[in-house]
T-cell receptor, first 109, second 115 residues
Framework: AQRVTQPEKLLSVFKGAPVELKCNYSYSGSPELFWYVQYSRQRLQLLLRHISRESIKGFTADLNKGETSFHLKKPFAQEEDSAMYYC???????????FGTGTRLKVLA | ETGVTQSPTHLIKTRGQQVTLRCSSQSGHNTVSWYQQALGQGPQFIFQYYREEENGRGNFPPRFSGLQFPNYSSELNVNALELDDSALYLCASNFGGGGSGNEQFFGPGTRLTVL
């Protein structure tokens, strides 16, 4: 079965500390993986996708096919990073996102 | 450029009733997807419409149905409402149909409460 697991519902870190939001997936083929973010009172929006290999707002995510993971990392958290983060998978050649349950990141001053 | 809009914002219905939710896609987008997000859960894919045709469906019963219009706006219809249908319903649009790598742009959602 195709599944995305985000084991942490809530992650609290202090400002300036490193952040890692975990995402594991279950899919036998080559997935496309994304991180979406929802800031308070805003709509869900794309943060980054693995095919772009980009860094957005200091966040990076590396696809590890051996561990079937796509963890989101940032070396120094900022208060404005506080938000809900969702990892999502698109099975290759298909039309839908499969979302994880999300992790709420709280960056404390 | 106009973003994805959804109406209404909130809706309260009783069990057994029918509901229609509406979505206007972002300018230039020809594909609309609908998701159901229950409290504390991630969005669950309901179905997608591309150029007025259903382009794929998730694990939702037939009482969830949809339409896409020539201007690419879309409706989600739910018949015989059940208490478990209470959720936030999200609409997302993109250009070019489904498939890997397509960023979807989300609307603000419609909060449906079934009593």
């Amino acid at each position: 079965a195709q599944r995305v697991t985000q084991p942490e519902k809530l992650l609290s870190v202090f400002k300036g500390a490193p952040v890692e939001l975990k995402c594991n997936y279950s899919y036998s083929g080559s997935p496309e993986l994304f991180w979406y973010v929802q800031y308070s009172r805003q709509r869900l929006q794309l943060l980054l996708r693995h095919i772009s290999r980009e860094s957005i707002k200091g966040f990076t995510a590396d696809l590890n096919k051996g561990e079937t993971s796509f963890h989101l990392k940032k070396p120094f958290a900022q208060e404005e990073d506080s938000a809900m983060y969702y990892c999502a998978l698109t099975p290759s050649g298909t039309y839908k996102y499969i979302f994880g349950t999300g992790t709420r990141l709280k960056v404390l001053a | 450029e106009t973003g994805v809009t959804q109406s209404p914002t909130h809706l309260i219905k009783t069990r057994g009733q029918q509901v229609t939710l509406r979505c206007s896609s972002q300018s230039g987008h020809n594909t609309v997807s609908w998701y159901q997000q229950a409290l504390g859960q991630g969005p669950q894919f309901i179905f997608q419409y591309y150029r007025e045709e259903e382009n794929g469906r998730g694990n939702f019963p037939p009482r969830f149905s949809g339409l896409q219009f020539p201007n690419y706006s879309s409706e989600l219809n739910v018949n015989a409402l059940e208490l478990d249908d209470s959720a936030l319903y999200l609409c997302a649009s993109n250009f070019g149909g489904g498939g890997s790598g397509n960023e979807q742009f989300f609307g603000p959602g419609t909060r449906l409460t079934v009593l």
